[in-house]
């Protein structure tokens, strides 16, 4: 091509020229390099952070596609020779819209199925923050949910996020709005749980024990999430509850040796222990911190190690430079002047006179139309071995709110299924940390309207790969 | 015609001697003897070299007194008679220099004994260490690794003296077998009498010697006794468990380079000479070593029901396997000596290197991750990528080769190295033909398995680099930026990003979801590699500059 003006002329040749396209791909070589050293290093979070989305990326991309085009267009018309050249530089081009759409239209997340449960909820790798109001601790309404992205933004002391709350004020109430702010972001922090006193009346408690005999010795903590919710936990031949109201409901499972631990007040707890297959309890009583307990099963005894009425859990954190498989992402928040941690996909509740809020970190969730429940979860292992061979669920589409089975299918390893445009793969699975045991099936979903446009563009690219490596080149250098 | 008849009539012979050589001598039933391990039933012998490999990091063991060497599954079934015996001899490798310290052990031996190792407090604080580590989840550096096979070292040992590691006998209804400590009373008892007459044909080797008349007796006996062992406790027998036990002793990757040197060296002798020696003879020669090099292969693919392509050994195997072909077909078409030879370098190189280093390219036979359980997709991946390496490599060796012409005399050479730049980018043609496909190919099992085509992976992502690296030298030579000179050592450059593609994301950066391949060790190997190719360039730029003035 040929221009008169001499500038526009001389850019266009450069555009077109090695010069150009040389040092564009050599940038992109070397980002995408940083970039595995980053993920190498830190995470792929992280490297998709800082290399493959950021702004450096893009502009490279542009470039990519900027010079890929301009060169096709230099050579117009074009002649069978060229085709080959084009055809890839199409494909290329192809390949990378394909991963825009995919990235900006498509939606690509995680479903977690326990077993013989349903859901119907796509987590996804965007983060939201969500807050929470109430006036009675029951009905909570909905009153900010943002999309955030705290590892970009430079939170600080001094250049908090600032919320002003005042929800429930009267209209021309003078009295100042809540102060919210969030002053810290940790993206690996490593989190360890802390039992503390609470002020919310509906808290639940908190009980400390060890369980011991000349043989064992174990310390475990029950910990309720509010009043009205049981927690228990089973320890060899017994079972242990903590806030079950045993004397209104009767027992939980008679067919075991069975322990219920109910709060009394500050100090006092109450305690039945029953034996398995009786209706009464074998002994009853109060207990409190250092209180012990003596059982009839194996000479096991209860030891109060600590007790709080009203209970909540608290983090502490420790900022690590670098993540590992147990760190996690945690922000901290001051509400009216009182520091508190907040870790991803994790809750926190504060009080003021009136009202209760909840604020939530989270991965967002996506409702999909319908539900996915999980029939059966199986697991293979080599023969002799714990390693996994092969594992595949069973899984049913069902309505979302009529609970109509719709179809019922397998998905394994290397076999998804496909349904209503969207694709579940089989990913991996949740153990529980005890048995081993599988408990959940755990989905990769994906709806890609970039595909067609990849696979179009893999076709071409390829297609023009190979043609290119049977023409023979008329050039001196190139035989 | 005749010189292919010749081939294979060699080749048949070879494999006639090899087959005899290492057939059946007495006393080696017990390497027939059937376990359960990592996953599948292999015969003992594997089994028990694995397990020195681990242990004492060689397949046969060298006492420090004597010089010979003796095959491992003697010495592993002799740790079940005297464990006691065995902590006094140094039987374990350790090679951390700071392990060595702390634990107070001579920083210039190899092997250590058990007592020296495992009795005492230090051994229990670096355990404690490494599960600290392991409770945080965090990355183990070499170090760690080091003392991960420490812990293993002993657990092994302390299992496998309990009876409890190897595991002989199928359960009904169960997947696991039992081990020889669990076995019922009436197997318990011929595995004593097994036991008894290995003791006995150790005893009679040691005094008597191999060959004595005693110790074929003896030998005899312990074979009949293994015999009974086997047919009581399982009625089945696998023709894959002989076929494994012939596929340790042959050795067959050593004879491929073997082959592959003497051709080289001849056609080196040819070429060098200008002498009048037929090519066939090296024809011949790279033909039984390819064949090896495939017969080899196809073991395995037999013994593992799968591709061999899912490790570090096993590729760098199949990559050396492709180099040789490539560089057969482009002799084939060029004639110009140099391709075969750059080839059979190539071939020579990295099989000494996959025999010579069992500690990091693993060339145990070991179960796939569920998510590789897809022969059709890894074929077709795995295999055109790492094929595309071989190119890669081969227009390496290539560029070495010109590059040597250089330093010799670029004057004299012209036509050769002017051959053997074409023939560079020709490799490198063939290999960005498989490399471009491949990485695409990978897209689509990846968007088929995992939902996504391109995850910015570690490993996808250094294909990619190693292809955009090719495709810079390739646009470079065809607007002439890269004369004869550029292109040898741009073969031999970005190779560089190929080394770190196959072995450096799996290896140094250790990261993404291609961990199953993952491994440690001889970073600093791979380092003076190249290093010593950097300086060799250097060396090649300042010469040629040299000649060019005095012209």
Not at chain 2, 119 to 142: C, H, M, T, V, Y
Not at chain 2, 201 to 213: D, F, P, R, T
Request: hydrophobic letters at 45%.
């Amino acid at each position: 091509m040929q221009f008169k003006n001499k500038t526009i002329q001389k850019f266009w040749r450069f555009s077109t020229s090695f010069q150009m396209g040389i040092p564009i791909i050599a940038s992109l070589m070397i980002l995408i390099i940083w970039g595995t050293i980053v993920e190498s290093q830190y995470d792929a979070k992280t490297a998709g952070k800082l290399v493959y989305q950021s702004w450096m990326m893009y502009t490279v991309m542009g470039l990519l596609i900027y010079n890929l085009t301009i060169v096709m267009v230099d050579r117009l018309p074009w002649k069978p020779n060229h085709y080959p050249f084009i055809l890839v530089h199409i494909g290329i081009i192809a390949l990378i819209y394909g991963g825009w759409v995919t990235q900006h239209y498509g939606l690509d997340g995680t479903l977690s199925v326990p077993i013989q449960k349903s859901n119907g909820m796509v987590m996804v790798q965007q983060t939201d923050f969500t807050i929470y109001a109430t006036f009675n601790g029951e009905k909570y309404s909905k009153i900010y949910d943002q999309e955030v992205d705290f590892f970009k933004q430079n939170i600080s002391e001094n250049k908090p996020v600032q919320f002003n709350l005042d929800y429930g004020a009267d209209p021309g109430s003078t009295s100042p709005p809540q102060d919210l702010k969030i002053i810290k972001y940790v993206p690996y922090a490593r989190a360890t749980q802390k039992i503390v006193k609470s002020q919310d009346p509906v808290a639940g408690s908190s009980v400390k024990f060890q369980l011991s005999n000349s043989n064992v010795q174990q310390i475990e903590t029950l910990t309720q999430q509010n009043k009205n919710k049981t927690t228990e936990t089973t320890l060899g031949l017994l079972t242990i509850y903590l806030g079950y109201n045993q004397k209104k409901l009767g027992r939980k499972n008679p067919h075991v040796n069975e322990v219920y631990l109910n709060a009394i007040d500050q100090q006092n707890l109450d305690y039945s222990l029953f034996n398995k297959n009786e209706t009464a309890p074998y002994k009853k009583g109060q207990a409190k911190i250092g209180s012990v307990v003596p059982t009839v099963w194996m000479g096991l005894e209860i030891r109060i190690m600590d007790y709080v009425q009203l209970a909540k859990q608290d983090w502490q954190v420790v900022e690590l430079g670098r993540p590992t498989a147990a760190t996690t992402e945690a922000i901290q928040i001051v509400f009216n002047g009182k520091p508190e941690w907040l870790l991803l996909n994790d809750t926190v509740k504060v009080f003021t006179d009136k009202v209760a809020y909840i604020m939530a970190y989270h991965n967002r969730q996506i409702p999909l139309d319908f539900k996915l429940y999980l029939d059966q979860f199986e697991v293979s292992n080599y023969q002799g071995t714990r390693k996994a061979k092969e594992y595949a669920s069973r899984v049913t589409v069902k309505s979302k709110d009529s609970d109509q089975a719709v179809t019922t299918q397998p998905i394994s390893m290397n076999e998804p299924m496909k349904y209503a445009g969207y694709t579940f793969y089989q990913a991996s699975f949740e153990k529980d940390e005890k048995t081993g045991l599988p408990v959940a099936s755990i989905f990769s979903v994906n709806r890609d309207p970039g595909r067609w446009i990849k696979y179009l563009g893999s076709i071409i690219f390829s297609l023009g790969i190979i043609w290119l490596f049977y023409q023979r080149r008329k050039r001196r250098t190139a035989i | 015609m005749k010189s292919v008849l010749n081939f294979v009539f060699l080749f048949l012979v070879f494999m006639t001697t090899l087959n005899s050589t290492v057939h059946a001598a007495t006393g080696d039933r017990l390497k027939y003897l059937p376990v359960q391990d990592g996953g599948r039933v292999k015969p003992f012998d594997s089994f028990a070299r694995e397990t020195l490999e681990l242990l004492y990091g060689r397949s046969t063991f060298k006492r420090p007194t004597g010089n010979q060497s003796e095959p491992a599954y003697l010495i592993v079934m002799s740790f079940l008679l005297s464990p006691e015996s065995w902590v006094e001899v140094p039987l374990f490798e350790v090679n951390n220099l700071e392990i060595k310290k702390y634990l107070g052990l001579n920083a210039e031996e190899k092997h250590f004994k058990g007592n020296d190792l495992f009795k005492g407090e230090k051994f229990a604080n670096l355990i404690q260490q490494l599960n600290d580590r392991r409770e945080a989840k965090e990355k183990l550096n070499p170090y760690f690794q080091a003392v991960q096979r420490l812990e293993n070292q002993f657990y092994t040992f302390r299992e496998l003296t309990a009876g409890r590691y190897i595991k002989v006998m199928p359960v009904e209804g169960s997947d696991s077998w039992l081990g020889v400590s669990a076995l019922p009373s009436a197997q318990q008892s011929l595995f004593v009498a097994l036991s008894q007459n290995l003791a006995r044909y150790l005893g009679e080797m040691g005094q008597s010697g191999a060959k004595s008349e005693a110790t074929l007796k003896a030998g005899k006996e312990l074979d009949s006794s293994v015999d009974q062992f086997i047919s009581s406790v399982q009625t089945v027998t696998s023709n894959k468990i002989s076929a494994e036990v012939f596929y340790n002793d042959a050795h067959l990757f050593r004879w491929v380079y073997i082959f592959y040197l003497l051709a080289a060296l001849i056609l080196l002798y040819i070429w060098i000479r200008n002498s009048s020696l037929n090519m066939n003879i090296v024809w011949v020669i790279t033909w039984i070593g390819f064949l090896l090099h495939m017969t080899g292969f196809a073991f395995r693919v037999y013994l593992a029901e799968r591709p061999p392509v899912t490790n570090m050994y096993e590729t760098v195997v199949w990559v050396s396997w492709g180099a040789v072909l490539f560089s057969m077909i482009l002799e084939k078409i060029y004639k110009y000596k140099s391709i075969l030879l750059a080839g059979l370098l190539v071939g020579v190189f990295s099989m000494v290197v996959a025999d010579m280093a069992p500690a990091i390219l693993d060339p145990s036979i070991q179960p796939l991750e569920a998510v590789l359980r897809s022969n059709y997709w890894l074929i077709i991946h795995v295999m055109t990528i790492t094929i595309s390496y071989a190119a890669f490599f081969l227009a390496f060796g290539l560029g070495d080769l010109g590059l040597v012409y250089y330093v010799i005399d670029a004057q004299k050479y012209r036509e050769q190295i002017k051959n053997i730049s074409t023939a560079v980018y020709r490799a490198m043609q063939i290999g960005v033909a498989f490399l471009a496909p491949g990485i695409i190919l990978g897209g689509v099992w990846a968007d088929y398995s995992w939902g996504r085509f391109w995850g910015w992976d570690p490993k996808e992502t250094w294909a990619l680099i190693v292809l955009l690296g090719y495709i810079i030298v390739l646009h470079a030579r065809l607007v002439n930026w890269l004369q004869n000179f550029g292109m040898l050592v741009a073969g031999v450059i970005t190779f560089n990003l190929v080394i770190m593609a196959w072995y450096g994301v799996n290896f140094v950066l250790g990261a993404g979801l291609h961990s199953y391949g993952f491994g440690a060790g001889g970073i600093e190997y791979v380092l003076i590699f190249t290093l010593a190719h950097v300086l060799f360039l250097a060396y090649a730029a300042v010469v040629r500059k040299t000649q060019e003035k005095t012209i």
